[in-house]
């Protein structure tokens, strides 16, 4: 008998037949004597309206308010399932992040989980209830409502599993696990048995939306056996997170493919080339709580240089308008945006042995006449910003490259 927590996803719980078919999937696990602790996502595309609904009252919608309404969704699904599992004759209780509890930091639409009180889950599932608890969502030590970002339900399942120290953490959604890239863009991907915390944690940084990064980041750090699965098929393993690289295995050099459509790039030309300038540049959009990814300065010419960075798309405007503000003082001759640019990444820790990785992803590109606006790299990626028009043709080629489709 095994403790186990299972996320269910937005697509996963999109309509009351889809309810009964987790409730059914639930049951069957239960049945055979396992322990289960249910995390659910709202209905697919229901936090998307509750957002757009908010921002019809409120262009720019407090944020407070706004986590009361978007954290509606998901006591719907609680409660739908709870009865589902109910009509099939099993016991079933559901709870919102405020009665598990799921204690968060106060940072709305984007909090933290400080502590899980795990005593009445334990409770109830002693007196054989199967438990339901709301994803996305937490409490403040004021009785606040809070959310923990887009994706967030992934992180309610792991803590949940942490805080129960549960045997595994199981996140069913719409594909049978990670694959080398998401399996919408090139159909040819590849479902990864296993891929290591490291990787998945970079995929999941670098846009892959599969699994929150938050949740992976948690699932290392408390040791939370983490699969990723299908709730459309009876049958399958998925896929594993890993602390250890398979070492039976022939380790390609890269492991996935990850993009990324919501970053904007801002140009600034023409600054004096001398110290302090970056930090003139960065500390006022740092100030106004934009975070920057990407960064670049060119090498200075004439005394002068050009400066470029990411920043979120829907940050572009704002960090335009902080950047004409001290546009004068910077002595800047220039600010300019462009959004329509994406960021297309190579991960694999099989990088950290290999020469010519970088060679291979740019001539790749420059076959295709696809220009690289800018390049990052760590140990185990390298990511390039190109035009967004390039973006499915890049991932395809790239995918093709490092040979990681389906062996026919
Ligand atoms: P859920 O609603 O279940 O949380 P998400 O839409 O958040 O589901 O995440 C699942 C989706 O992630 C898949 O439908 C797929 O399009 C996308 N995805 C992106 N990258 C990958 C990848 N490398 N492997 C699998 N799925 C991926
Ligand atoms: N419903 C929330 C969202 O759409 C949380 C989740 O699905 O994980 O972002
Ligand atoms: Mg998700």
Do not use: W
Request: charged residues 25%; hydrophobic residues 40%; glycine residues 8%.
């Amino acid at each position: 008998m095994a403790l186990i927590v299972q996320k269910y996803g937005g697509t996963s719980v999109g309509s009351p037949d889809r309810i009964k078919n987790v409730a059914r999937r639930v049951a069957k696990f239960k049945a055979q004597g396992h322990d289960v602790v249910v995390v659910v996502s709202a209905m697919s595309g229901e936090t998307n309206r509750l957002i757009a609904l908010a921002k019809e009252v409120q262009a720019n919608p407090d944020p407070r308010e706004l986590d009361v309404i978007i954290s509606t969704g998901e006591q719907v699904t609680i409660g739908l399932l709870a009865m589902a599992l109910k009509e099939l004759g099993q016991d079933a209780v559901s709870y919102t992040g405020a009665q598990v509890k799921i204690l968060t930091d106060s940072a709305f639409t984007k909090a933290r989980i400080q502590q899980i009180d795990d005593a009445p889950m334990r409770a109830d599932l002693s007196a054989g209830k199967v438990v339901i608890v709301a994803g996305f969502q937490g409490v403040d030590a004021e009785g606040n409502i809070t959310t923990l970002g887009r994706g967030g339900s992934d992180t309610t399942g792991v803590a949940i599993a942490a805080a129960l120290k549960a045997d595994e953490c199981q996140i069913y959604t719409d594909v049978d696990g990670v694959y080398t890239t998401d399996p919408r863009v090139v159909p040819d991907a590849r479902k990864l048995k296993t891929i290591t915390f490291e990787e998945m944690l970079e995929m999941a940084s670098l846009g892959s939306k599969v699994l929150q990064i938050r949740s992976v980041e948690f699932a290392g750090k408390y040791n939370v056996k983490l699969r990723v699965l299908s709730s459309f098929q009876e049958e399958g393993e998925g896929t594993l997170i890993t602390f250890e690289e398979d070492s039976n295995m022939e380790k390609p050099v890269i492991s996935g493919i990850a993009f990324n459509r919501d970053e904007a790039r801002v140009n600034i030309m023409g600054v004096p080339d001398k110290p302090g300038i970056a930090y003139q540049i960065l500390g006022p959009v740092a100030d106004a709580n934009i975070d920057v990814d990407m960064i670049i300065q060119n090498v200075g010419q004439d005394g002068t240089t050009d400066f470029s960075f990411t920043v979120p798309k829907n940050d572009l405007a704002r960090t335009i308008k902080v950047l004409q503000g001290v546009q004068a003082h910077i002595s800047a001759r220039e600010v300019v945006g462009d959004d329509k640019i994406c960021k297309v990444s190579i991960v694999g820790v099989g990088m950290r042995s290999h020469v010519g990785v970088a060679a291979n992803m740019f001539r790749t590109l420059a076959e295709e006449g696809i220009n690289i606006q800018m390049i990052s790299t760590s140990e185990i990626k390298i990511s390039v910003v190109v035009e967004e028009k390039y973006l499915e043709l890049a991932v395809r080629v790239l995918h093709k490259a490092f040979g990681l489709e389906q062996a026919h």
